[in-house]
């Protein structure tokens, strides 16, 4: 039979992952990082990463002892290969800290020779001195030159000349950015760059190219939702002179008579609603957590119209004529929680910035009752904005409600002798939107998907263009999970990674056996079926018997086992083996019709499946390859199987003798595979009919 030439693809799917398939050649560094990780872990590891071969998430129970931030950045410093961190000049420096449960959340910065790298946050949780989980938002590694061909005085005039004017802004920081792969965009590549927090004439973050001064990005830090004050803009157009307006109302005069603007009332009577319901509900006082004024603007003039929104710079939400609904308020606020619940809001453009917009959407839901609690605007100036229920029945285009739909903003393509479209940069032989006129990236169009998985997940349900079906939690249950997972949030935070957030969320509050009023003690069921609603609108794999681990890293996806323990009814009968049900479906597709030649394609979907079936382990047994082929009864699949199990103990250095010894003698007396010329395939096949009992082949 042939034999692939390199155990790279091996070695990297047992110990790593699906995400982990590739080709020959010698084992990448992160692949090296990961088995040292396996060595000392307690128990199984799951780990994800990203295309360019860095770690995107760790789950496991990782010994660090001592403080949890030193046990953090001992550990990278320890593992420097899974970050891509191999050259000198990586480091890491503190972002702060929060909590989740009974966890510690501990944020590190990476930088390259001293310089930030824009969006490359690692986030560890760490309880009993044991890591249990970590997202890295690291953007590939790009080992640039650190100088600048174009000063800080000409990165601000460039800037100037998009404004019209000298933005009012502190001084600019250098960094390495990838822009475009900025909120989940496609990469365009890093380069060294200046980031800008301009105030004035708009509050948004800015970045200048430092080799070219092309102004690559705006990204706006205003999102357009006790102790309050609410004042007159009186048709102010800037946020600082909006805020110097006459006091209409305060915590501690209430409604300064003679008042009699409705918004002021209406801004006033709703902060008190969102207030009682961020501290009542979720512990959380203020928009900081730590009680706050909440400060208010009515009356403000917009020359994009009726709008309403949180103004960072201010602190402050503004409102415009007939904007001040108690959905809106709640909707602005949520957007202030955003910015402080965990290490910074999502970035407002692209994916981070549809995540950024459906947060809002979604407490602002929460906070509300009855039957319009699901849809976004009713009753103000502009009417009903979204519904999360069927989001494609707003919006121009419609709004997605999957995945497959996300509304994308590159444009024609260009040179860097030809200017794009207005609102557009050339970048890398590509226009890309970074303005208002695509709503950076259409992030409340986007926002539709994760607002349709919020309903499917709260209320359970049909998803309304797929058809797939979704049992729900409550919101009592699901308010609580996706707060918790706030703590997690960065400004690079994308779909799939909020995704990996909840699921880990929700997990701790499992552990540490959290109840809910309204809603009782949250489950690992509820974990599941929370999963199953991110998995119905495109984002992860489903978790089809609702046991918090999704098809893909479950031992036993057809049987109910949060605990993943390897002695369930499902592992116990080798002929309802989910191991063997993987096997099949696999079988199937690859198969089919092909004389079995043991091609490399076949093998590597052969132990792809293998990977899949096996959780994390890097290693394979031969039982575990005896009852998955077993059951399926084909001579064929079987010889398969029986080369895997070979194939894994090579890779073990334990060659494969006592594999073919123990197969030869379990053929004795079995006609089964007597169609089988070759006579260790035959070995093989009748080794693996002995199903469910190690008669067959033996793990040293």
């Known amino acids: 039979m042939r034999r692939p030439s390199s155990l790279a693809i091996l070695l990297g799917l047992f110990a790593l992952g699906c995400d982990a398939l590739g080709g020959g050649g010698s084992l990448p560094e992160p692949e090296l990082g990961s088995r040292r990780v396996l ?51 990586y480091a890491v420096e503190p972002a702060g800290a929060r909590t989740l449960g009974g966890a510690d959340v501990i944020g590190l910065r990476a930088t390259w020779r001293g310089v930030e790298i824009e969006g490359g946050l690692l986030i560890f949780v760490i309880r009993d001195e044991r890591i249990r989980h970590i997202t890295s938002t690291l953007p590939p590694p790009a080992e640039l030159e650190v100088t600048p061909t174009v000063g800080e005085a000409d990165a601000l005039a460039a800037l100037a000349a998009v404004y019209a004017e000298s933005p009012s802004a502190p001084p600019a920081t250098l960094v390495i950015a990838d822009v475009g792969a900025m909120g989940g965009g496609e990469s365009t590549g890093a380069e060294l760059a200046w980031r800008v927090e301009v105030e004035a004439p708009a509050e948004e973050t800015a970045f200048v190219s430092a080799t070219d001064a092309a102004v690559l990005l705006r990204a706006p830090t205003v999102a357009s939702a006790l102790e309050r004050r609410v004042v007159d803009a009186a048709g102010a157009d800037t946020v600082a002179t909006a805020l110097m307006g006459a006091v209409l109302a305060t915590e501690t005069s209430g409604v300064t008579a003679p008042m009699t603007d409705a918004d002021a009332h209406a801004v006033y009577d709703h902060l008190e609603t969102a207030y009682d319901y961020w501290q009542g509900r979720l512990g959380w006082d203020s928009y900081d957590g730590q009680g706050a004024r909440l400060d208010a603007a009515v009356r403000y003039s917009d020359a994009r119209g009726a709008n309403a929104f949180w103004s960072e710079g201010g ?43 459906s947060l809002a959407d979604t407490f602002a839901a929460f906070l509300q009752t009855g039957p319009a609690r699901w849809t976004m605007g009713e009753g103000s100036a ?9 989001p494609p029945a707003h919006g121009m285009p419609p709004h997605p409600a999957h995945l497959d739909g996300f509304l994308r903003t590159e444009g024609a393509g260009c040179s860097p002798t030809l200017r794009c479209a207005e609102g557009f940069f050339c970048r890398r032989d590509r226009c890309t939107c970074v303005s208002a006129d695509c709503d950076y990236g259409h992030v409340h169009a986007n926002s539709g998907i994760l607002n349709h998985a919020v309903w499917l997940a709260a209320e359970g349900g049909t998803h309304v263009t797929e058809g797939t079906a979704v049992d729900g939690v409550g919101v009592p249950k699901l308010e609580r999970v996706l707060f918790e997972a706030m703590s997690l949030l960065s400004p690079s935070t994308r779909f799939d990674g909020w995704r ?63 605990e993943q323990r390897p002695d369930d009814e499902c592992v116990r009968d080798p002929y309802l083996h989910c191991r063997a049900w993987r096997y099949g479906l696999a079988f199937d597709r690859f198969l089919e019709g092909v004389d079995i ?29 005896a009852r998955s082929a077993a059951s399926r009864g084909s001579p064929g699949e079987a010889a398969i199987a029986w080369f895997i199990a070979e194939y894994a103990a090579e890779r073990m250095g334990r060659g494969s003798e006592g594999y073919r010894t123990s197969g030869l003698a379990a053929a004795e007396g079995s006609g089964m595979c007597s169609s089988i010329s070759d006579a260790d395939e035959r070995a093989g096949c009748a080794g693996f009919q002995r199903a469910g009992t190690r008669a067959g082949l033996e793990r040293e």
Not at 382 to 390: C, E, P, Q
Not at 537 to 559: A, K, L, Q, Y
Not at 598 to 625: H, K, P, W
């Open 39 to 89: 060595a000392i872990a307690e128990g199984p590891v799951e780990m994800r990463f990203q295309e360019a071969g860095t770690l995107r998430s760790l789950t496991g129970a990782i010994p660090a002892p001592g403080e949890p931030a030193a046990a953090a950045a001992d550990f990278v410093d320890t593992f420097p290969e899974l970050f891509g961190f191999e050259r000198d000049g």
């Open 500 to 562: 990996d957030d909840v699921l880990l969320a929700c997990r701790a509050l499992v552990d540490e056996g959290v109840s809910v009023p309204g809603g009782g003690a949250i489950e690992h069921r509820d974990c599941g079926r929370i999963v199953n609603a991110f998995a119905a609108v495109g984002i992860g794999t489903r978790d089809r018997d609702e046991d918090s681990f999704d098809d893909d890293h479950d031992n036993c996806p057809i049987d109910y086992n949060p």
């Open 597 to 625: 030649g043991f091609e490399r394609n076949q093998v590597d979907a052969a132990i792809m499946v293998s990977r899949c079936a096996f959780g994390n382990r890097d290693y394979l047994t031969a039982e575990d390859v």
């Open 382 to 390: 502009l009417g009903v904005l979204r519904d999360m229920t069927n």
């Open 315 to 357: 602190r402050a939400l503004l409102f415009t004529a007939g904007m001040a609904t108690e959905d809106v308020v709640g909707h602005e606020l949520t957007h202030a929680v955003e910015w402080r619940a965990g290490f910074g809001a999502p970035k407002y453009a692209y994916r981070s910035g549809a995540l950024n917009e």
